[in-house]
């Protein structure tokens, strides 16, 4: 999972782990910090000073033989070869990565030094995100769009009958 800071993507990675969260599967995190308490999975926060990192921890849920394992961060070279190691052998990874987009994710694994074959044998897919804006319900103003502007999603003018539409205010200060 991909993404600006503050997109959701942890949030969206614990909707899936959620999703297959079950008594029958083996769940483990390793988080900085904890963010959401689920139950049935097994979550571990980063304690750096005594030298639990997330390189460590994923090493440590390695021996347990998870089916599912969710490493909030991968920023260094340990962290993703031990990631990539644990999903070659068949766990499932789930992870965020500081990339723009889902391309650069491929590139920024090469940046940490991991070799394409491997990215290629383990990786499956990868989710770029980011938010929606949202014009303010308390602070909009009503609008008619140009005819350029309906046409862009597919609308004429005779299609918005009895349909208002509405902008951002941008007298209001932030």
């Not at 499932?92 to 987009?101: A, G, I, M, P, Y």
């Amino acid at each position: 999972m991909t993404g600006p800071t503050g997109s959701g993507k942890t949030t969206s990675l614990y909707s899936a782990l959620s999703e297959k969260n079950d008594p029958g599967i083996n769940i483990s995190t390793v988080e900085d910090p904890i963010e959401y308490s689920l139950p049935g999975i097994t979550q571990v926060q980063v304690i750096r000073e005594k030298g639990l990192d997330f390189a460590t921890a994923l090493r440590a849920f390695l021996r347990q033989d998870p089916d599912v394992l969710l490493v909030v961060e991968t920023r260094d070279k340990e962290t993703a070869k031990t990631a990539i190691e644990a999903a070659l052998t068949g766990h499932l990874v789930l992870t965020t990565l500081h990339t723009n987009d889902a391309p650069g994710a491929i590139a920024r694994l090469g940046e940490m030094g991991i070799e394409p074959f491997m990215v290629s044998s383990s990786l499956i897919g990868v989710l770029a995100q980011r938010l929606v804006r949202r014009v303010c319900s308390e602070c909009r103003v009503p609008y008619t769009p140009t005819t350029e502007e309906l046409a862009r999603y597919g609308l004429s003018a005779s299609s918005d009958v009895g349909v208002t539409f509405y902008k951002a205010n941008t007298l209001t200060h932030w």
